[in-house]
Nanobody
Framework: QVQLVQSGGGLVQPGGSLRLSCTAS????????MGWFRQAPGKEREFVAY???YATDSVKGRFTISRDNAKNTVYLQMISLKPEDTAVYYC???????????????WGQGTQVTVSS
């Protein structure tokens, strides 16, 4: 069993940056692939980025996912944020590297990111 606790998020102006964190309980964090997803109101959950068990970071456009296995933590660094990035962001842990939410077994509680002037 893995519990994921998210932090970060909030209100940011367009063009701004934000970093989300997700800390896992237990001693098996390094054996899980990690992903970030987001869900805007009225829309389906959308894949943002993933990272393998051994990578330290992975860049996907304006977003960079990174992990620190010593801290049991995965991060999502977001830059040049746009209003359309507004959503609830979720971290997730799974055994298979995938952009499909159904492949992930454990989920964080979600954190709101609002991009607005």
């Amino acid at each position: 069993q893995v519990q994921l606790v998210q932090s970060g998020g909030g209100l940011v102006q367009p063009g701004g940056s934000l970093r989300l964190s997700c800390t896992a309980s237990g001693r098996t964090f390094s054996s899980y692939v990690m992903g970030w997803f987001r869900q805007a109101p009225g829309k389906e959950r959308e894949f943002v980025a993933y990272i393998s068990t051994y990578a330290t970071d992975s860049v996907k456009g304006r977003f960079t996912i990174s992990r620190d296995n010593a801290k049991n933590t995965v991060y999502l660094q977001m830059i040049s944020l746009k209003p359309e990035d507004t959503a609830v962001y979720y971290c997730a842990a799974g055994r298979i590297l995938s952009d499909a939410a159904t492949r992930y077994d454990y989920w964080g509680q979600g954190t709101q990111v609002t991009v607005s002037s």
